[in-house]
């Protein structure tokens, strides 16, 4: 599998953006998909991620409320929907996949990764 993120970019503290993510390879429809952050001299954190059933999601506590994530499965992609943004919020976004059952918990482990996106919000 191999992902594909983009959407990152510069924006003031309260906008929004909104990120992307297409899968290639084979399809994610079975896979469990996420968004992860690294800002400078930080460890990777989990942001977000969704499910193969398109409902069931889950969310860093930081971005609960702000953050949505989604998937269409017809396009191979995944979503990261950003609202009110904060400088905190400033970091490379990766997406994830990993081929899961759907009971599993969505953070912990991923088997593979797209390449980063830079968000930088601005105070």
């Known amino acids: 599998v191999q992902l594909q993120a983009s959407g990152g970019g510069l924006v003031q503290t309260g906008g929004s953006l909104r990120l992307s993510c297409a899968a290639s390879?084979?399809?994610?429809?079975?896979?469990?998909l996420g968004w992860f952050r690294q800002a400078p001299g930080k460890e990777r954190q989990f942001v977000a991620a969704?499910?193969?059933?398109?409902?069931?999601?889950d969310y860093a506590a930081s971005v609960k409320g702000r953050f949505t994530a989604s998937r269409d499965n017809a396009k191979n992609t995944v979503y990261l929907q950003m609202n009110d943004l904060k400088p905190e919020d400033t970091a490379v976004y990766y997406c994830?996949?990993?081929?899961?059952?759907?009971?599993?918990?969505?953070?912990?482990?991923?088997?593979?990764w797209g390449q980063g996106t830079q968000v930088t919000v601005s105070s």
């Open positions: 390879g084979r399809s994610v429809s079975r896979y469990a």
């Open positions: 994830a996949a990993k081929h899961t059952i759907i009971t599993a918990p969505l953070q912990g482990e991923y088997d593979y």
């Open positions: 969704v499910h193969r059933n398109g409902v069931t999601t």
